[in-house]
């Protein structure tokens, strides 16, 4: 009985986002009022949420494409983080009431695209969602499920004085994409500048990394407010602190090139979010059985420094040590200038 | 880390929801990146999601205990169609970027406390969220979970020829709560009138008759829409097409001492949404398990007409028959006129 014309929210449904469940017969076609998902034998759920507004989280002119793999992969980020093994999302879109139905359309068909693509890449599928026209501006709300086995998800709480402090893949990508996205960082290779926006528009959630790392870390979180806030987070739950190293920081050679240019970017790399790699600590004699991790994910997995005994006072205290040996005061970024 | 000043994020969360995560040790008190939910044994996971916006879905200045109430109750209700046993939720907020710090924190703790009383009620707990500042109206999101039987759960799907059609409840009572909440039907009994506002506010998913009708009842859905639109969902879903007796319908005291005055509110009451009763098939011999889940949970689940085969091209059509034996045509309502 829904009307056929075009933004109308069954159509929208129907034509843009049914497909995407059509993988999960339990999401029943997006036709009834939830989904029924199979559990895999002696698995627990594990679900996360995040929220996206436009301006806010992501440029407004951000193409819908990337909206929507950003905001399936900031999600799949915080499943990668505990060690679960992904499996569905609902989606709950408020668009901008001053949207013609065209522009809606098109817009949701762009969003579909970047999830459809996305679906393929890290094994989930859409089971459910919602969609409403409201005042204000684009705003977009993922939930996500994956499984673990109970008791082996990885934790924020875990780390102990004396073991390592690791990141996977590179650190500050994100935010030199973002200052490239707001057109700075001009003098840039172009492939350089290319690379840096990807990294901000499309994280790679670190899934297998998670799941490899799962008995071996002792403590992990994705990256999401930055390495310094994280790692800060991480000796915070576990009543520890840490120092790190800014040599044996992993940076890819766009960042590099332009660090070159620009010392001071090391603050935003370092402290700003959106890098959505993993941090995580380990033992010191877990090195070989963390290298053997990355060297089967393809993902590599760096140590930058070493969790200690808080001071008095002081757990979830980061220290950043640069080259010269001298600690690094950042203004902000969750670091607490001493 | 998180900066103490009342209105930044970190403190909201423990200030406020982590209270309401206390129960599931998995939520981790909504500190780490996920929450992770024991599946009871031979369970599938039902997930449902449902976004609201002020001025849009509940009048701006409804008071933020109601807010929650009716956020996690409309929730629960789609649980409660599929026969599920609600279990947890995560929810995410998005304020308004105007409100004061000292406002946010004010709505966020009466958001909290309707949020909490309802766990108490429903047996169910947060158990992860987010919360963002943009620009726009008050929005929140929440997804609910719980649990059903592999292949069990209640569909739209299964409505056949010659079965009966049956509600939870009474009918109409939100439209005409809504109606009273804009300030109309000021002649009705303060007491009539605090009924309905009640039941526009407080809508009481029927989860154990819902759960109760698993294997009774062959299609279901919760009344989102309207009476006659999700019935039509379900006539849609089934190929088949319904009539329903304007007679049989069952109103409360409140909304018969409305209607004897306007005679006109008996559109918004079987067309306009938000009654969150049961609407379901069931056959005719299973009469006797019907009336006995409505002994068993203290919810009237009657009869109001009858599942039957539709014309060429009219699966999906609700007829309704008035007291008069005539059919009622509404202008409205997901009710195509004839």
Redesign the interface.
């Known amino acids: 009985?829904a009307d056929q014309t075009p933004g109308n929210e069954f159509d929208l449904i129907a034509r843009h986002f049914a497909p995407l469940a059509r993988a999960e017969p339990?999401a029943?076609g997006l036709?009834?009022?939830?989904?029924?998902?199979?559990?895999p034998e002696g698995?627990?759920?594990?679900?996360?949420?995040?929220?996206m507004?436009a301006?806010?989280?992501f440029l407004a002119d951000l193409p819908a494409e990337a909206v929507g793999a950003r905001l399936l992969r900031v999600n799949l980020s915080?499943?990668a983080?505990?060690g679960?093994m992904p499996a569905?999302y609902?989606?709950?879109l408020?668009f901008p009431r001053d949207l013609s139905a065209t522009e809606r359309d098109d817009w949701a068909a762009g969003f579909a695209r970047g999830l459809s693509a996305d679906q393929d890449v890290f094994g989930v599928t859409l089971?459910?969602?919602?969609s409403?026209?409201?005042?204000?501006?684009l705003?977009l709300?993922l939930?996500a499920?994956?499984w673990?086995e109970?008791g082996r998800?990885m934790?924020?709480?875990g780390a102990h004085d004396g073991e390592l402090v690791y990141v996977s893949g590179t650190i500050g990508d994100a935010a030199l994409g973002l200052e490239a996205e707001r057109g700075n960082l001009q003098e840039l290779a172009p492939e350089h500048r290319a690379a840096l926006i990807d990294r901000f528009r499309r994280p790679v959630p670190r899934l297998q990394a998670g799941q490899g790392l799962v008995g071996i870390a002792s403590a992990a979180?994705?990256i999401s407010d930055g390495l310094v806030?994280d790692l800060?987070?991480i000796c915070?739950?576990s009543g520890v602190a840490a120092e790190i190293e800014v040599p044996s920081v992993p940076f890819s050679d766009a960042a590099r090139a332009a660090l070159a240019g620009h010392p001071e970017l090391l603050e935003p790399m370092l402290t700003g979010g959106d890098d959505y790699e993993l941090v995580f600590t380990a033992p010191k004699d877990a090195r070989d059985a963390v290298a053997k991790v990355a060297v089967e994910t393809g993902v590599p997995l760096t140590p930058i420094g070493t969790i200690s005994r808080p001071a008095s006072g002081e757990h979830?205290r980061v220290r950043v040590i640069g080259a010269d040996g001298r600690d690094v005061a950042f203004a902000a970024g969750?670091y607490?200038h001493f």
Do not use: N, W
């Open positions: 009985m339990g029943f036709t009834d009022d939830a989904a029924v998902l199979a559990v698995r627990a759920l594990v679900a996360t949420t995040d929220t507004v301006g806010v989280h915080d499943l983080s505990m679960a569905a609902v989606v709950s408020s089971v459910g969602g919602d409403v026209s409201a005042p204000g501006p705003s709300t939930t499920f994956g673990i109970p998800e934790r924020r709480s979180a994705d806030a800060g987070h915070e739950a979830g969750g607490r």
